[in-house]
């Protein structure tokens, strides 16, 4: 096969790749976020203590996590089809892309924000200052560098994870891989395949860690 | 002057621990008057950091009651582990400052002193003036736009100070505020407390393991020890308190005999009689010379205090006389026994134990 023929597909597998990844990392912030948080409040020596919430929320990240991504693709068949129409291509596997990566993204929030020094939360109380004013004036703005890195890492853990979206019709560059380089055992598309995801995920490293130099230049060396 | 702006009643706090109970608080009543500077002293675990952070409810007293500046904050606290509306606006009216600071690095100086100003909702220009207003209250004028990572501890903590002023509060919490510094910027810090209580009429209660702190700063202190209150009053006060621990290690005085048939006594300055010069007047009536073996003296509100250890010739039975003369000048006058203290035991371990910052 030549250049000018595995060109289109290789595009075509970049564009859906990337589209999948960043919805599902969208997704996975918008619930991840508030799930981690939930997660540091509600837990002993939390500001909204509550050990049933806790455990319930614990539990439930510990069996997203501990289900392997392959399984959860194909276990939500039936969940996916139900919210987008279908279980094939780019859009369909935004659901389990994000499903996956949701419990993943909320502890890495988890640990983040709990980093955070114990006794700016004390002294935003002592102002005064509530729930509200804690989360998002002292946690959130404290951990997020932390934060950018998660997202850094969920958005690369989701380019491996819609790789192997491609073996059960997902498009983007994994379905690019299984159905020429593995199946048609044309090996410049296995070995293009391979060098774009290297690349991809090392612009994206690259970016995430200038955001945090760029939050850390803000004199943050205590 | 004389109405307590802050009063603890029968203050108990007692933590559940894998089972077991701890015991922080047992029972402190604490009554800290308007415009004084109260510092309250105690080794770690003597229950001092549990009760200033009772004073404004970051812990919830098991018992007693907190009242500040005339509000019953306990009967405002309601059960459950949130902070109610109305705590938390009184909270808004008492500043804290922090032993380790606790600024927010991601925001900048002025940002920081601007926090609790949005809390209380004050709008966005009104914020900015105000905390320039307090920079320059506390001599940070041009580091407004610097993060806390840029500066160094004295300067962080005039941060922490002037960010508990921006609420105007009444009333100053400090935990441990000079522990994390060197003694150079703790005296600074300690002057600017001293300042600001002078020039706002800010009542200060802090607590700390260091007596300099309340040598330098307090008008008042009280010893806390397991959890309890052993001793509190003025300085004054304390002096006059014979056998006071407090004020043995504010005005400690030694120094023995230098021979046999001397009569070794101490004499505490407090009141009026602090302002003559009783020893002179002494040595004159009587016609004696009189050493002073040691001595530790303060000037507080233009008055002498402390203490002073003299030795007189002659044994005690021969100098009732100068001893009696001391007592109608109105000086508290207590011999030195040296049978009590022979040499090898002369020194006593403190009572008080520096302890290192933690």
Known sequence: ?222 | METPVITTTGLTKVYQSRGREVTALDGVDLHVREGEVFGVIGQSGAGKSSLIRCVNLLERPTTGTVTVDGVDLTALAGRGNRAGRELREARSRIGMVFQHFNLLSSRTVQGNIELPLEILGVSGRERSRKALELLDLVGLADKAKSYPGQLSGGQKQRVGIARALAGDPKVLLSDEATSALDPETTRSILQLLRDLNRQLGLTVLLITHEMDVVKTVCDSAALMRRGRVVETGTVGELLATPGSELAAELFPVTGQATGPRRTVVDVTFHGEAATRPVISQLSRTYNIDISILGAAMDTVGGKQIGRMRIELPGQYEENVVPVGFLREQGLQVDVVDDEDAPLDTQDPTPALVKETAK
């Not at chain 1, 030549?2 to 912030?29: A, C, R």
């Open chain 1, 1 to 222: 096969m030549t250049w000018s023929e595995m060109q289109p597909l290789l595009s075509q597998g970049i564009i859906d790749t990337l589209y999948m990844v960043l919805w599902s990392t969208l997704v996975s912030v918008a619930v991840g976020l508030p799930l981690g948080v939930l997660l540091v409040l509600t837990d002993k020596g939390g500001l909204l203590r509550n050990v049933a919430v806790n455990k319930v929320v614990g539990v439930v990240v510990n069996i997203g996590r501990s289900l392997p991504f392959i399984v959860l693709l194909i276990a939500l068949i039936p969940f996916t089809t139900l919210v987008v129409g279908t279980f094939i291509g780019p859009s369909a596997m935004i659901v389990p892309l994000a499903i996956g990566a949701i419990p993943f993204f909320a502890r890495l929030v988890e640990t983040a924000v709990r980093e955070v020094d114990h006794g700016l939360v004390e002294a935003a109380q002592a102002m005064g200052g509530g729930v509200p004013t804690v989360v998002f004036k002292v946690l959130l703005p404290q951990a997020l560098p932390s934060l950018i890195s998660s997202v850094t890492t969920t958005f690369i853990v989701l380019i491996g994870y819609s790789a192997m979206a491609g073996a059960v019709g997902g498009g983007g560059l994994g379905s690019v891989a299984i159905s020429y380089g593995y199946q048609r055992f044309e090996t410049q598309f296995m070995l293009a395949t391979v060098v774009i995801l290297v690349l991809l995920v090392t612009v994206v490293q690259l970016l995430g860690d200038a955001a945090v130099r760029l939050l850390a230049r803000r004199g943050r060396t205590s």
